[in-house]
């Protein structure tokens, strides 16, 4: 089968259009045939860093984590599925696992969901990744109906499926962003935006909760903001982060009795732990899309699969509106 190769990791490193063995499938995994697949930040990241990082698979590698695609052929031991069904996951592109810029991959059962039949395959493809990461941020910090509820970076991958999720529970969405387009597709989704270069901590507080603080903070900036969202929330309130690589003060924390919940979604790929969790928050999700309550955001250009380098240089350029998808 035909794939594109990591040959060695770096700053420079490019895909190469190889030529491999079509993988066997297995008990408890399906053989897919790949019709698409999407580009995030920490594809980016193995590419560049490689090892350096702990979840990156050994070089010659294949990339990629989230696909749309069907299944070719059905492993023992799986049940749900059959030859022809449309679906998508994250199940590869870390460790030893596979990645999904190549015509094949085989992937374990737990971590795909059948394809919701309202999204073609380039709009699924886009979604695994940030989907499931937006719903356990929500669902860890015990989203509620009535609750205000703020994601911080609201037009990002991440954030724009959140604020989707947090409408469909039922909460009050407040999202930040700094610029015009993000701002703009923050109120197109049924989120109150706030320009955080032009409004203080404090002041959007004081605006939207008198005071108080939001019941629950998603953070899909990490790093120093981290501090802007325990000053946002309020007393014994629940953050969620993506991004907490970082050294910082959790005195604030301490002192409004804050619950922080670090949300690492590969963790089940990588160390083979409760999959089947996957599965299950895609399938949700499913239903959540074909009920009519989410949409993913598509940038708008096409790639094919041997313009992955230029994907990946697309969404590094800041230029990107939208999830970026490579089509086979």
Partial sequence: MKAMLIKEYGENATFEVSEVAK?????????????ASSVNTVDTMIRKMGTDLPLS????????MDFAGTIESVGDDVQGYSVGDEVYGCAGGVSDLQGTLAEYMVADTKLIAHKPKNLSMREAAALPLVAITAYEGLTRANIQKGQKVLIQGGSGGVGHIAIQLANHFGAEVYATEGDDKGIALIRELNGTAINYKNEKVENYVEAYTNGAGFDVVFDTVG???LTNSFQAATLNGQVSTTVS???LDLSPAHFKGLSLHVVFMLIPMLHNFKREQHGNILNKITQIIEAGNLKPVVDEHHFSLEEVGKA????????AIGKVVVEN
């Avoid at 990946?312 to 230029?319: I, P």
């Fill in 23 to 35: 993988p066997e499938v297995k008990s408890g995994h399906v053989l897919i045939k790949i019709e």
């Fill in 57 to 64: 698979p050994k070089a010659p590698a294949i990339l990629g």
């Fill in 223 to 225: 790093g120093a903001n």
């Fill in 245 to 247: 690589l970082c050294e």
């Fill in 312 to 319: 990946h240089n697309h969404l590094e350029s800041g230029k």
